[in-house]
């Protein structure tokens, strides 16, 4: 495993499958969720499927639309386009994702 998807560059998805701001889906490198995402500045963007803090998932679809992630336990946001954002803000639930489909 560490020498095969640790090493090399991998496909984890098509552009085309992500073509609006917000569309996201989940894929895998290796045994590590990662969230394929389209963020406002249209660029697509990589990411693990955890917080940084105890590793909760921060994506719980296959794939849909959103703003932004966060973590279920200590509300830690992650925009696709910047790196997570500390601490938690009672009372300020993001956003669902609008078009997801339950994942695992
Ligand atoms: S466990 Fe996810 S932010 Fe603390």
Redesign the pocket.
Known sequence: MELIFRKSWLLVGHQSQIPSVGDFLLSRMGEDQVILSRSKDGKANVFLNT?R??G?RVCRYDEGNTKLFF?P????VVRPERRPEGGSRKGELPPSPSTARTGA
């Open positions: 917080c803090h105890k909760m973590c336990y200590q509300r830690l």
